[in-house]
């Protein structure tokens, strides 16, 4: 990455154009036949009688002439139209099953022991920054790594819809809520005032997904509740609120099959042959779109229309880019608000990941879901310093599309914030409203705010440093995604640890150039008003500060166990020892890491200050627990068995 991050040039973005072709215009000739007399006086008097209705079609065709040629104009006015260019999707690997020990790529390059300090910071820094020995930098390799326009969520293709409008949008990007039946009291509540109006028809659309197979009997179990609610007990109310159900997985269902009732047994029923999908995918906005075309002609006679999403997840991120304004197009002209039940999203990451043990062999997994951002692109570095991030960190909203969604049709997002069992770095901290009302997310449409970026650089420049570092990136994935587990094998560790060391140093260099830009960027900061933005800078600059000094420790973690290679028993009860894993503590090794650690101190306790009860404030005082030393420690499970024609894990 020589001459530091470079800034995406004009080609980059889309381009507007407006182009029609001349038209080709013809002439035809009007000619009149000679007529042959018998004598003169015939042909004068024939040529007499002719004149007038020969002039009378001239003029008549010169009139039709010009008329034709204003209708042209006019028509090619009408059809020319300016075409919107999307951006070229880059291709990223989608993300994949992960086990607690994958095997990572190497680099097979032969170098001397780690023993040199991390990559320096330029002489431009701030006076507090520290300065380290260049020794290492001269070292490292000098691939460079190209910054392209974000790519996690850009969409594939773009449709320019031309939405009704509904009036203001009032709608809620969120409302916590403590369970389900406190989501249905508020959503009972918003049902009655609707009911007020006029009659209404509900329509439920539910996540086929194995893990909202428990949600859906609870919602099932209370639907009682909330026409009990409505009063809408009697026969002579049971028709003010019809109910529809419709699913989706990688299919579409309707349950109700075109006929909405207020027969509560035929919903419960309807609820209980929603199916289990197996593939994994979850067309989410296209479902919402086609439930509401599927009643909509019953909401046109007279009924107000409500569409209830439940779904632990954002659905799958090809089918949002392509569905999500259509979806939110359809709801508007149908007048149809979307509520949503869902599940706080990913602070600035798109993917939670579910424990998951392999009833066979014994095996963990590690199974992806999309579960956000909060944002149309992502805001926070993909990386956890050492790899890509495994953790489910809460934003403090839901996930983007439904969000969204809820927004735009004056709907309300209702946020179960209960810990789930088996999710991978879960780690829950419930915001007061008030606090994160300045750090709103931006929920203006995708391309919208893609476009705007150029008005706003401390944001290109923070975007391009998180591409920088992605390790969904294949070009800066084999620097930025280091090995955690190593080989109890002393030979194979000795060459884990070799090549680790060599992209450790790939890794210090790309982290202190792009430590370097932001700091270069300071002064855009100043400039940027949204304190949204603000907070994201200040957590990035400090994160890769302390992210230097954890990947100095640990490549002389490594030297460190080549040189005393530790011990450990080989089994522990019923577990046995399986591979030496890296773990982070408060004790460092080196002195030449103390600066950058001292540093991201300072960094991390300002944004407490400058941010408290905010996502950014929890997560600089996460990465404080975490610690900055490195060590390696021994680690247990039990035995793999070996079976024939395993079961395949569940895709969620």
């Not at 409500?306 to 949002?320: M, P, Q, Y």
């Not at 060391?501 to 949204?530: C, F, P, V, W």
Request: net charge negative; hydrophobic share 40%; glycine share 4%.
């Amino acid at each position: 990455m020589p001459g530091g991050i470079r800034r995406a040039g004009p080609g980059c973005y889309p381009s507007l154009g407006m182009t029609m072709a001349d038209p080709t215009r013809q002439r035809h000739d009007l000619s009149i036949a000679d007529t042959e007399a018998d004598t003169p006086e015939t042909w004068y008097d024939v040529v007499r009688s002719f004149v007038p209705s020969c002039v009378s079609l001239l003029v008549h065709t010169v009139i039709i002439l010009l008329l034709a040629i204003i209708s042209y104009e006019e028509q090619s006015k009408e059809i020319a139209r300016f075409v919107v260019v999307p951006p070229p999707d880059e291709v990223e690997d989608p993300p994949v099953e992960v086990e607690l020990d994958p095997e990572i790529d190497v680099v097979l390059d032969n170098i001397a022991l780690f023993n040199s300090a991390p990559a320096p910071t330029s002489a431009a820094a701030s006076a507090n920054m520290p300065t380290l020995d260049q020794s290492l930098l001269a070292k490292a390799d000098t691939t460079a790594i190209q910054i392209a326009a974000p790519t996690i969520g850009i969409p594939d293709s773009v449709a320019l819809i031309e939405a009704v409008p509904d009036g203001e949008v009032k709608g809620e990007a969120r409302d916590i809520v403590d369970s389900y039946q406190q989501a249905l009291d508020r959503l009972a509540q918003e049902l009655i005032w609707m009911l007020d109006e006029g009659p209404v028809l509900a329509v439920w659309c539910f996540d086929q997904s194995e893990s909202m197979k428990d949600d859906q009997q609870e919602i099932r179990d209370r639907i009682e509740t909330v026409y009990e609610q409505l009063g809408l007990v009697g026969r002579t109310n049971n028709n003010a609120l019809l109910t529809a159900v419709t699913s989706y997985g990688e299919n579409f269902f309707d349950h109700t099959v075109h006929k909405p009732t207020s027969d509560r047994t035929l919903i419960r029923e309807a609820i209980n042959s929603i199916p289990v999908d197996k593939s994994g995918k979850e067309i989410m906005c296209a479902a919402v779109g086609r439930s509401i075309n599927t009643y909509r002609d019953l909401a046109r006679r007279g009924r107000q229309m409500a569409l209830i999403l439940v779904s632990d997840e954002s659905g799958d991120r090809e089918n949002n880019d392509a569905y999500l304004e259509q979806a939110i197009a359809v709801a508007k002209s149908a007048r149809c608000k979307v509520y949503v039940l869902g599940r706080e999203s990913v602070f600035g990451y798109p993917y939670a990941f579910f424990r998951w043990t392999h009833p066979q062999t014994n095996r963990v997994h590690w199974l992806p879901m999309d579960r956000g951002p909060e944002t149309a692109f992502p805001e926070q570095l993909q990386t956890n310093g050492f790899r890509r991030r495994h953790d489910a960190f809460s934003s403090g909203f839901g996930p983007y599309e439904q969000a969204r969604m809820a927004r735009e049709t004056n709907g309300i997002f209702f946020m179960l914030p209960s810990i789930e069992s088996n999710l991978v770095g879960s780690y829950k901290e419930r915001y007061e409203l008030e606090a994160l009302r300045p750090y709103r997310p931006d929920l203006r449409a995708r391309m919208e705010v893609f476009a705007d970026r150029d008005e706003f650089p401390l944001r290109t420049l923070i975007w391009q440093v998180i591409q920088d570092l992605n390790p969904y990136h294949s070009a800066s994935r084999k620097a930025v995604e280091m090995r955690m587990s190593f080989s109890l094998n002393p030979q194979e560790f000795v060459q884990q640890a070799r090549n680790e060391q060599s992209k450790a140093k790939l890794h210090l260099r790309y982290m202190a150039e792009a430590e370097q830009a932001l700091i270069d960027g300071e002064h855009l900061r100043s400039q940027e008003a949204d304190p949204r933005w603000q907070a994201n800078y200040d957590i990035i600059l400090a994160q890769l500060i302390a992210y230097q000094a954890r990947i100095y420790e640990y490549g002389v973690a490594l030297d460190d166990f080549i040189k005393q290679p530790k011990s450990a028993d080989p089994v522990r009860g019923n577990r046995h020892l399986v591979h030496w894993d890296i773990r982070t503590n408060k004790k460092v090794r080196t002195e030449e890491a103390k600066p950058y650690i001292e540093r991201a101190n300072e960094l991390f306790a300002q944004i407490n200050k400058d941010h408290p009860g905010s996502p950014w404030s929890a997560r600089a005082n996460w990465e404080l627990r975490r610690g900055f030393g490195v060590d390696l420690a021994p680690e247990y499970r039990l035995p793999y068995k070996t079976v024939a024609n395993p079961m395949k894990p569940p895709k969620l």
